[in-house]
């Protein structure tokens, strides 16, 4: 990669050093002129005739998300509020009755921990969550024990938990769901764009994802993979409209056979255009190229990080990703925000209720995380510890 023409391409660099990329990355410039262009295109000419007049760029979204998934463009639609609007989506599609066993992880996102909790008040479905690794993450192997005790409806899992820099196998479990015919969901909102995703790999009947974070594509857009299985089993959201389903006559409706039965006829199309433009960002530099040079940074933090008196790493796991969370034992983290700011330095700092279990497992009642993306480098990393060690 070539550093310097991607940071030329990133204005944001100019002004902070931005190490929250697992909240919002900064958007290359091929992303914000390509959203400006749209919204005066728009402004100029109407909503409907813009859409109508840029119809090849929005169908090259599906492709985009398609390529980048390894799968269809029939098999993917885009979300207007992000990566929890599509996992609601498919999460209300599963057919769930009372009694009904959900299975999960300690690590799986806030939101969706929040959902399934809905779900057992609403619903009475049953809740529960597989044993953890002595390293870290999801074991597998008590998932398989306990798809077999309790045979589950939906297996849920966060393939990168937004709390530390796990990476969770989410493809031994998706073999698993396949032998015992489960319904699958995958949260992929910490993944995409940080690694590469290949849904028949993984064996996920619905992934959800963001374009803010690690694609660096516009807030507010995400999108949402529908395997083939669940498309023939007509599986539909709760509340479908006419862009997802047709009304045929006085009282019946028929769903699209496509991915698209899960969206709106209402879209930010400004937005998905935008999100276009970052997914072949991402492509052209290749997901490997990106996991390689997030992975490095990342480690290099960890050991800067590791370095500094009174602070530890949190992170656990076989594998580790962009994503680094660290907790210092005597100092709030007000101090350490207010320090990070004065020196131009984004980062994110996560309390209690980001990770319930996980932070009161550790022991921590909030972590700061730094997540590097591939534009940034060791000296801006160097310069965060700096900044740190002023309040130490």
């Not at 073999?175 to 699958?184: G, M, N, S, T, V």
């Not at 995409?192 to 959800?208: N, T, W, Y």
């Not at 970052?278 to 490997?288: K, P, Q, S, T, V």
């Not at 700061?368 to 130490?392: C, F, G, Q, W």
Request: net charge negative; with cysteine.
């Amino acid at each position: 990669m070539d550093i310097n023409s991607l940071r030329n391409d990133t204005p944001g660099t100019q002004h902070y050093i931005h190490l929250n990329n697992a909240g919002a990355s900064l958007q290359p410039q091929p992303v914000i002129d390509a959203v400006q262009q749209y919204l005066t295109e728009e402004a100029l000419h109407g909503g409907y005739e813009t859409a109508a007049a840029r119809s090849g760029d929005i169908k090259g979204f599906y492709q985009s998300c398609a390529s980048l998934l390894g799968t269809q463009p029939d098999h993917v639609e885009y979300m207007s509020s992000g990566a929890t609007e599509a996992y609601n989506k498919a999460l209300s599609s599963i057919p769930l009755i009372s009694g009904d066993v959900i299975l999960t992880t300690d690590d799986d996102y806030s939101s969706n921990q929040i959902a399934f909790l809905f779900l057992e008040k609403t619903v009475g479905v049953k809740i529960v969550r597989a044993a953890k690794l002595p390293v870290g993450g999801v074991d597998v192997d008590s998932v398989e024990k306990l798809i077999k005790k309790h045979h589950p409806k939906l297996v849920a899992v966060t393939h990168v938990p937004t709390n530390s820099g796990l990476v969770q196998d989410v493809e031994s479990i998706g073999q698993l769901c396949k032998e015992h015919d489960i319904w699958y969901l995958v949260d992929a909102c910490q993944s995409a764009g940080q690694m590469p995703l290949e849904v028949d790999k993984i064996g996920c009947d619905f992934l959800s994802a963001t374009l803010r974070k690690w694609l660096r594509g516009p807030r507010g857009a995400g999108f949402l993979y529908v395997s083939n299985k669940a498309l023939k089993a007509g599986l539909e959201p709760v509340f479908p409209d006419l862009s997802g389903a047709m009304w045929t006559a006085a009282n019946e409706y028929k769903s699209s056979q496509k991915a698209q039965r899960f969206g709106y006829f209402e879209k930010n199309y400004a937005l998905l255009v935008g999100s276009k433009v970052a997914m072949d960002y991402a492509l052209n530099l290749g997901l490997d190229n990106i996991e390689n040079r997030v992975s490095e940074l990342a480690t290099y933090t960890r050991q800067r990080l590791a370095e500094l008196p009174g602070w530890k790493v949190l992170d656990l796991g076989k594998n580790k990703c962009g994503i680094v969370t660290a907790h210092h034992e005597r100092i709030r983290p007000t101090h350490f925000e207010k320090a990070l700011k004065t020196a131009t330095i984004n980062a994110g700092f996560a309390r209690t209720f980001n990770a319930v279990i996980d932070f009161t497992e550790k022991g921590v009642d909030w972590a700061m995380r730094v997540s590097p993306h591939y534009y940034n480098t060791k000296e801006e990393v160097d310069v965060l510890i700096d900044a740190l060690k002023t309040v130490v």
